[in-house]
């Protein structure tokens, strides 16, 4: 996978991903990151790449033109057309089912837009996808990128090693994931729950499933409408919540 992030900011984008589990997998040679610095391609002999914005109004518009050509300069070292994402409150709110799908494309491109906006005309242009990682506003779509970078490269093979496998994770099955312990067996007067330390391989994972029912329907109920769960399970929640509230 190779990822392209068009950028005012490309130091903030390379230093945070080339960390941790995402670091690993760009230095295998797994993943590849570049970074455009739009302002490398604006034409303004001042290096602007905003203007104000015509009708008026508070703020700055990103231009068109150090945009394009930032995009232009990664389009014309590929021999295909990559999705480009544009990070915008106003996008697709992402999921895990879009990371996995994004996770299927062989390069991306992101363009991160700050100020007040980015010409709506090289959006109309380039862009494939708007794309929102929730409902509140950040100050750029640099933490977006990072975000949707993240969570797309754990779905691709080899960047998880052993014992970090994103079948068990939260949305994996369309559940949240269940609760995890480790050393000490009692910590703080709090015991670990007495199944865990059974080594009954089968009675763990029933646990771990219906906790993980649970879970759901506790914190994300909209989520359990979407997910496959048994009539059986279905009863075990119903009674459940029957004791809780009796
Ligand atoms: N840019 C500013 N806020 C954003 C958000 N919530 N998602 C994506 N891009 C953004």
Known sequence: ?????LTLFPDMVGEGLRTSIIGRALEEGILSLTTVNIRDYTTSRHGKTDDYPYGGGAGMVMQA??????YRSVRDRLDYDPRVVYLTPQGRVFNQEMAREFALSPGIVFLCGHYEGVDERVLEEIVTDEVSIGDFVLTGGELPAMCMIDAISRQIPGVLHNGESAEDDSFGDGLLEFPQYSRPEVWNGRAVPSILLSGDHAKVDAWRREQSL???????????????VS???????????QKKSS
């Open 1 to 5: 996978m190779d990822y392209y992030v």
């Open 65 to 70: 033109q150090p945009i394009y050509d930032a």
């Open 214 to 228: 649970i879970r759901t329907a506790e914190r994300r109920p909209d989520l359990l409408e979407k997910a496959a």
């Open 231 to 241: 009539p059986k399970e279905r009863a075990m929640l119903n009674a459940y919540f």
